[in-house]
């Protein structure tokens, strides 16, 4: 008997060190989990109906994908308010080349590439010519955004060609995976990953080390680009056309989804790419269960910034021992918890 207890004891601990250790990750699965449990219970499951659960991965799906390749500017403390904006314009020309008849792939390519371009030119304006970051963004955030107000209100921009195979589930599924599993090897693996992290917890240690701090700087942002540009092209086949609206908002939406999702707001070693999954899906069944129990559309955005404000705050002053700490207040032995 006494045996097993030193084991319990001992499985604890090792539950408790994994869990203070890897907080990170842990912490955005469990909130995942409770907004989805939450949510069910509150709407007697309405809202997870083959229809609804849809909407939610549609809303999701060009959230999460500009929030993987947007994780990298984040990893070494940076931010870029332009990334909507780009989107917006990135599928303009996407869109006016299919009314010409370029092939979709070809305008495919098109968006990635525009949506690339734009980013690094962000990123130069930040890394090489030292602009601020929030200021280099948001003039290309007016820029492109300009642009795309200026041509839509002359122009009629939609899609006037088959896109429904790139509006089909196992298509979309099948880029997300791709996706997902190339951004966690660049985030966790590649030099690009670990050295902006690096330079996100302290740059002049990292340049000091012989990092490149503005090459890698600079990769961030063009990787960010190549992920904006995929999420512009489907969320454009999704929607068949380019309206003044188009991925307006998604530049704050992203940055409270990769908050909600447990990246630090300062980036460094914790930065994370399930931020980046578990964030968006977190933020999308918030809303869309807020709705569905009948909420005004202010006090949505209400909570929505109340829960974004909690979440901060724990990541900016919770201790490693947050979650553990949290089951020994309430009375409750994690190993037991997990077991039942």
């Not at 500009?66 to 870029?80: K, N, P, S």
């Not at 992290?197 to 490149?212: D, P, Y």
């Amino acid at each position: 008997m006494m045996r097993n207890r030193q084991i319990a004891v001992f499985e604890d601990n090792d539950m408790q060190e994994y869990i203070k250790n890897n907080r990170n990750v842990v912490t955005p699965i469990i909130g995942m989990i409770l907004v989805i449990l939450v949510f069910g219970f509150a709407t007697g499951w309405k809202n997870y109906t083959a229809n609804n659960l849809q909407t939610i991965l549609n809303q999701s799906y060009s959230l999460a994908i500009l929030a993987m390749g947007l994780i990298f500017i984040f990893a070494h403390g940076g931010i870029d308010f332009s990334c909507a904006s780009v989107m917006a314009f990135s599928g303009l020309i996407a869109g006016l080349l299919m009314q010409i008849g370029v092939p979709v792939v070809i305008c495919g390519i098109a968006c990635v590439l525009v949506g690339t371009i734009c980013s690094v030119i962000t990123g130069a304006l930040t890394v090489v010519f030292g602009v601020p970051a929030f200021i280099s963004s948001i003039c290309m955030m007016n820029i492109c955004r300009g642009i795309v107000m200026a041509v839509i209100a002359t122009n009629a921009v939609s899609v006037t060609v088959d896109v429904s195979a790139f509006k089909s589930w196992p298509v979309k599924i099948i880029v997300l995976i791709v996706v997902f599993i190339v951004t966690t090897f660049l985030l966790s693996k590649s030099l690009i990953g670990r050295y902006n992290k690096a330079i996100g917890e302290n740059s002049v240690a990292a340049e000091q080390s012989g990092i490149s701090v503005k090459k890698y700087r600079l990769l961030a942002y063009m990787i960010s680009g190549v992920c904006v540009g995929i999420a512009a092209f489907f969320l454009l086949c999704r929607t068949g056309r380019m309206a003044t609206g188009f991925a307006n908002g998604l530049q704050l939406e992203v940055i409270v989804a990769l908050m909600l999702g447990g990246l630090p707001p300062r980036g460094g070693y914790r930065s994370n790419i399930v931020s980046a999954i578990a964030g968006p899906l977190i933020l999308t069944v918030l809303g869309n269960g807020l709705v569905i129990l009948g909420m005004d559309d202010l006090m949505t955005e209400g909570i929505k910034g109340l829960v974004f404000l909690a979440v901060v705050f724990v990541n900016y002053r919770g201790s490693s021992e947050s979650i553990t700490g949290l089951f020994g207040k309430i009375g409750l032995d994690s190993k037991k918890m997990l077991l039942k």
